[in-house]
């Protein structure tokens, strides 16, 4: 990385913390609890985003009914909910508001702006303020459904409904001199809606959304090239589609979430098998819900959060176990209706869910026990030397002989490799690695340890 932020992690502050292993029931051990204040903004929201910047911090992006509905992004300092530059910072009433990070940890938005007769517009965080990309509007005319995702080189990109071109998907790049088409065509064949647009982690631009040329079902398609090409059949899903949302394993394996009408409201995640999209799960995702989001948790584990209508519009959030659906503690465990979910993952893998609660205000939940996962525990393991160049070596002093599995991530959850053993001491090489903060995990049957490290 050009600069290294100074990582205060609130979750993982340097020192060795540890937590039982966790399992897909709910249990007392467990709970979810607030991150900050509940309702921590200042007014109601709209368009909920919650993300870890690479450096490991919690960020939220939304639309603040204080400022007109304007854009405004905080994060949490380790005490409590701060600013990021004003609040209400874009020109006019920001709509399908979302958010994303450059490889250098520089927060973006993009947004129908209501500033500039209902284009798109994108802006990002200069370290003092938020401007625009290129020109604000840049869109030929009215777009929605505004999708957003940077590439590993740092381009921005934004895909959204075009109504100059027939409700088309249209997806844009920033070249650092203007804003420019992506593809010789529109990446839709008709009109597009509920847009997710995505990097792999090969960096290929893969884009989801609902189909109308297709019966209204989901599509996948790639650009490969300067051709947008389809991911599977077009429409694969087994009916009309909503909430569109794409995510990859770290081994760059698609999956995509939807709301199915058919039964009405039910979730349903699918993955790409190398040919076909198949269903994921012997046993539908529990639960009737709507405003779904869905992530990758660092080790590839699929996790959906949705308002649970089944359980009067409570927060749920399942998981994958590999066979079916399971409940990540309790079911509806927010403390009323919530709506616009969010869920993202801590670098070493713990879920937060960001919502508008029952006052429309802004609350960020995680998945913790009751005594919480940043308690200092005596050493357990080590890491040395920090900073390293070209090996470290990470002491484990677990208690008695466990096999134990140590995996190691980056800032942006990408696992970099993993290894089990008995040895309380092992050496790796750190050569091919990218300069940057590192994490080490070591997981036992029992308990869960993280360190991190600086390579040079």
């Known amino acids: 990385m050009k600069k290294l932020l100074s990582i205060l992690l609130f979750l993982v502050p340097p020192g060795v913390f540890s937590q039982p292993a966790r399992d897909g029931n709910p249990t007392a051990q467990y709970s979810w609890q607030n991150i900050g204040n509940a309702g921590f903004s200042s007014s109601q929201i709209r368009y909920m985003n ?16 204080d400022n007109s509905y304007k854009a405004t992004v905080m994060k949490y300092d380790g005490a409590k909910w701060v600013l990021v530059g004003s609040a209400g910072f874009s020109e006019g009433q920001a709509d399908y508001l979302t958010f994303a990070f450059g490889p250098s940890g520089q927060p973006y938005v993009a947004f129908q702006d209501y500033g ?16 625009t990309i290129g020109v604000a509007g840049f869109s030929a005319g009215f777009a929605d459904w505004t999708s957003l ?45 509920f847009n997710s647009l995505v990097f792999s982690p090969s960096g290929q631009l893969y884009f989801a959304y609902r189909d109308f040329g297709n019966s209204s079902g989901v599509t996948v398609k790639k650009l490969a090239g300067n051709d947008w090409t389809s991911v599977g059949n077009p429409g694969f899903s087994s009916s009309t589609s909503g909430e569109v949302i794409l995510a990859f394993s770290p081994a760059g394996q698609p999956w995509v979430a939807y709301s199915n009408y058919d039964p009405v409201n039910k979730a349903e995640v699918m993955k790409f098998d190398g040919t076909s999209w198949v269903k994921a799960g012997s046993v539908d995702v529990p639960g009737s819900g709507w405003s779904q989001s869905f ?43 919530v709506g616009y979910t969010s869920i993202a993952f801590s670098p070493t893998g713990q879920p937060y869910v960001g919502y508008a609660d029952e006052n429309l205000e802004a609350t960020v939940m995680y998945y913790n026990s009751p005594s919480g996962i940043g308690e200092p525990a005596q050493s357990a393991i080590s890491v040395y030397p920090d900073p390293a160049t070209t090996s470290v070596t990470v002491d484990v002093n677990i208690p008695g002989n466990n096999r134990h599995k140590l995996e190691i991530f980056d800032t942006r959850g990408n696992k970099i490799m993993e290894t089990e053993a008995n040895e309380k001491m092992i050496t790796i090489a750190v050569n091919d690695f990218q300069p940057g903060i590192y994490f080490v995990t070591v997981k036992t049957p029992d308990s869960f340890y993280v360190e991190k490290f ?3």
């Not at 940077?150 to 109504?163: H, L, Q």
């Open 454 to 456: 600086c390579k040079q």
């Open 50 to 65: 919650l993300l870890f910047s690479p450096a490991g911090q919690p960020y939220v992006a939304f639309s603040d009914l």
């Open 149 to 193: 995702a940077v590439s590993p080189a740092g381009e921005p990109c934004v895909a959204f409904r075009d109504w100059t071109n027939g409700e088309k998907a249209t997806v844009m790049k920033f070249d650092g001199f203007g804003w420019v088409t992506v593809g010789n065509s529109a990446p839709s064949s008709g009109q597009a809606c």
């Open 116 to 131: 500039n007769s209902y284009k798109a517009t994108v802006m990002k965080f200069d370290g003092t303020s938020w401007v």
């Open 295 to 337: 992530a990758m948790s660092p080790s590839g584990q699929p996790y959906l959060a949705y308002e649970d209508m089944s359980l009067s519009g409570k927060a749920t959030v399942v998981k994958y176990d590999g066979v079916d659906w399971v409940y990540e503690g309790s079911a509806g465990f927010s403390a009323g209706q």
